[in-house]
C-alpha cells in the first residue's frame, strides 16, 4: 500500500524487531526498576548500525532515510522506551547536527565515533530557568583575547545520556543582549577540565535511560568546535529539534502499538461474565479507538519522514509535519498506554506485566524535545504566519 517503504526498509525494520524482541524485551523491566544504564545493550545497538542510521557510511553510520530510522526506532521503543530514548539523541540530536552544519574536521573527530556507535553523544538546550522558552537561556560563552577560545560557563539541564556522554552538542549564550540571535552551539568533551556531571534526575519513566544536569565552570572550548557561526545556535538547536521530534514521534507510536497488541491478546484470552472480555462493547471500542489514533500516528509519522526527504532538496522546513506527528503520536501513546491499563485491569496496574512501564514511559512523549503545547503553538504560527 506504501510504496515509499522498500525492501531495504522492511530489512531493517526487522532486524530492529528481531534485536528488540530478543536482546531489549527480556530486560527492560529490570533496568527500568534499577534505573541503571543498559551500556552492554546500547552498544550492540551501535555495532548493529542503529546509532548513526541516516549518517552516510563515509562517517560511521549506515546511510539510510529517515523513515528507516523511524521503523527501526519504533521496533526498539515497542521493547524498551528507554533504550529508544538514547538512540533517539544520538541519532536525531547528535549526528544530524553535526552532519548538517559541522565542519568536515568536526565530522571526522565528532560524528564518526558517535554513528559507529562507539561513542554516545547528546544534545544540551534546557537550563534549569529555560525549557520550553530556549532563547532565554543565562549559561555563557566568552572569547578569549587571544580568539582561541571560548570560556563556557553556567549548568543545563535535563541532558537525555549526559551521564554516559562522550560528546555533548551545547547551546550557550555568546551574546545575551541579542537574545536567540546570541546563542550559539559548541562541541563539548566531557573528559575535559570544566566539565562536571551535575545531579542525576529521578524519573517517572523511561527510566534507563540516563539524564543529568551538566555543569560548565571555566571549561575551555577550542574556537574550531564551535559548530556552524556565531549567533547561529538557536536555528540549529530547532532545525535539529524539529528532525528529533520525527524520532519522539516513533517512540510514541512503539509504545502504543504495544500498548494496543497487549491489549488485543487480553482481550481474547481473559474471560469475564461467561465470554471473552473482548466480545463486550466497552473494550471492543477501546480496540477500536486504539487502533485508529495508532494508525493516524504512523500516517502523521510516514508524512513528516517525506517532507524531511523533501527539505533535503528544496530547504524548505519540515516543522509543521514534524510536530504534527509528535504531537498526535505522544499523545496517542498516553491514550493507549491508559486504556491498555484499564482493559488489563488489576493485572495493568501490577509490575508483573509491562503495562504499567508503558503508561510511564508514555508520558515523556508530551513533554520533551518540546511539549504538546509548544508542538500547538508551532502548528498554528505555521498556519496563520502569526507570531
Ligand atoms: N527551524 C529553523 N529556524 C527556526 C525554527 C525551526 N524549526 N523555529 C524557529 N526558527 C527561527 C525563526 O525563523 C526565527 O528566526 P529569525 O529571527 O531569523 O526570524 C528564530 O528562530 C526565532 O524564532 P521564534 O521567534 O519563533 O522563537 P520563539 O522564541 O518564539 O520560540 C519555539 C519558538 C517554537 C517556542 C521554540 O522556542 C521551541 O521549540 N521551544 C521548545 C524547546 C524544546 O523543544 N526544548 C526541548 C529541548 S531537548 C530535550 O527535551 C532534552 C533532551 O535531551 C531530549
Keep these: 500500500m506504501f510504496d515509499f517503504i522498500t525492501e531495504e526498509h522492511k530489512m531493517i525494520q526487522e532486524a530492529a524487531r528481531d534485536f528488540a524482541q530478543k536482546s531489549i524485551a527480556p530486560i527492560a523491566e529490570h533496568f527500568d526498576e534499577t534505573g541503571e544504564f543498559p551500556i552492554d545493550t546500547i552498544r550492540q545497538m551501535g555495532g548493529l548500525g542503529f546509532m548513526g542510521i541516516e549518517v552516510p557510511e563515509a562517517y560511521g553510520g549506515v546511510g539510510m532515510d529517515t523513515l528507516a530510522y523511524s521503523l527501526a526506532l519504533t521496533e526498539i521503543c515497542k521493547a524498551d522506551a528507554s533504550h529508544g530514548t538514547v538512540m ?63 570560556v563556557i560557563d553556567g549548568i543545563k539541564s535535563w541532558v537525555t545520556s549526559a551521564p554516559y556522554a562522550d560528546y555533548i552538542v551545547v547551546f550557550t549564550m555568546t551574546q545575551p543582549e541579542l537574545k536567540h540571535k546570541g546563542v550559539t552551539a559548541f562541541l563539548i568533551e566531557t573528559d575535559h577540565p570544566g566539565f562536571e556531571r551535575g ?66 491478546a487480553y482481550a481474547k484470552e481473559r474471560e469475564a461474565f461467561g465470554q471473552k472480555i473482548g466480545q463486550f462493547q466497552m473494550i471492543q471500542q477501546k480496540l477500536a479507538d486504539m487502533k485508529c489514533r495508532v494508525d493516524a500516528s504512523r500516517l502523521l509519522i510516514y508524512q513528516a519522514c517525506l517532507a524531511k526527504a523533501a527539505s533535503k532538496k528544496s530547504g524548505a522546513r519540515y516543522s509543521l509535519e514534524a510536530s504534527m506527528a509528535k504531537l498526535y503520536a505522544s499523545e496517542t501513546a498516553n491514550y493507549c498506554a491508559k486504556e491498555a491499563i484499564q482493559i488489563h485491569g488489576g493485572m ?6 509491562p503495562i504499567e512501564r508503558y503508561f510511564r514511559d508514555a508520558k515523556i512523549t508530551e513533554i520533551y524535545e518540546g511539549t504538546s503545547e509548544i508542538q500547538r503553538m508551532v502548528i498554528a504560527r505555521s498556519l496563520t504566519g502569526l507570531r
Excluded: W
Excluded at 495493568?348 to 506485566?353: A, C, Q
Design 88 to 150: 533517539s539523541v544520538n541519532n536525531s540530536l547528535y549526528c544530524h547536527g553535526i552532519l548538517k552544519f559541522g565542519a568536515e574536521a568536526q565530522k571526522q573527530k565528532y560524528l564518526v565515533p558517535v554513528a559507529s556507535g562507539q561513542k554516545i553523544g547528546a544534545y544540551s538546550l534546557t537550563e534549569p530557568m529555560s525549557g520550553s522558552d530556549a532563547g532565554t537561556m543565562k549559561s555563557r560563552a566568552v572569547l578569549n583575547e587571544a580568539g582561541t577560545h571560548y
Design 199 to 264: 545531579k542525576k534526575e529521578p524519573k517517572l519513566g523511561i527510566r534507563a535511560s540516563a539524564t543529568s544536569e551538566i555543569i560548565f565552570d571555566d571549561y575551555q572550548c577550542p574556537v574550531e568546535n564551535r559548530l556552524g557561526e556565531e549567533g547561529e545556535g538557536f536555528k540549529i538547536a530547532m532545525t535539529v529539534l524539529d528532525a528529533g521530534r520525527i524520532g519522539i514521534a516513533s517512540q510514541a507510536l512503539g509504545i502504543a502499538e504495544a500498548s494496543l497488541e497487549a491489549s488485543i
Design 348 to 353: 495493568g496496574y501490577s509490575k508483573e506485566l
